[in-house]
């Protein structure tokens, strides 16, 4: 999703020197490009960054900022936290949606 100008990525907390996420961060905002699996992506995506939240925020906190947006997201990414953890708020983000009657799709890696 990179690569599209319709996406946007969101990073909320702190991102690693050395990390992916750091390279996104740095060079997202030039039109640069990262490498993934040795591939060179274009950065055409919004990239934005919110500070003020810890990045071990707790799970309740993640839901109600997801749930707290004027529009929801249709597709979220898992992408840090321990296998379990992943799961766990994957099945309380599908709840929170199908009590709104709303679709989400979750990606954590493990799909």
């Known amino acids: ?4 100008p319709e996406h946007n ?3 909320v907390g ?3 020197e050395g990390t992916l996420g750091r390279q996104i961060q740095q060079y ?3 039109q640069g490009y990262v490498t993934i699996d040795q591939q060179r992506i274009e950065i055409k995506a919004g990239i934005e960054t919110l500070g003020g939240y810890s ?3 707790d799970q309740a906190g993640l839901v109600r900022f997801i749930t707290g947006m004027r529009i929801w997201p249709s597709t979220i990414r ?3 936290g321990t296998p379990e953890a992943k799961q766990v708020l ?5 709840a929170a ?9 979750i990606i954590d890696g493990s799909d």
């Open 1 to 4: 999703m990179l690569g599209s």
């Open 9 to 11: 990525v969101l990073f």
């Open 14 to 16: 702190y991102q690693a």
């Open 28 to 30: 997202g905002p030039k």
């Open 55 to 57: 990045a071990h925020a």
């Open 78 to 80: 898992l992408v840090h």
């Open 90 to 94: 994957k099945k309380t983000l599908l």
């Open 97 to 105: 949606y199908s009590d709104k009657n709303r679709f989400i799709r």
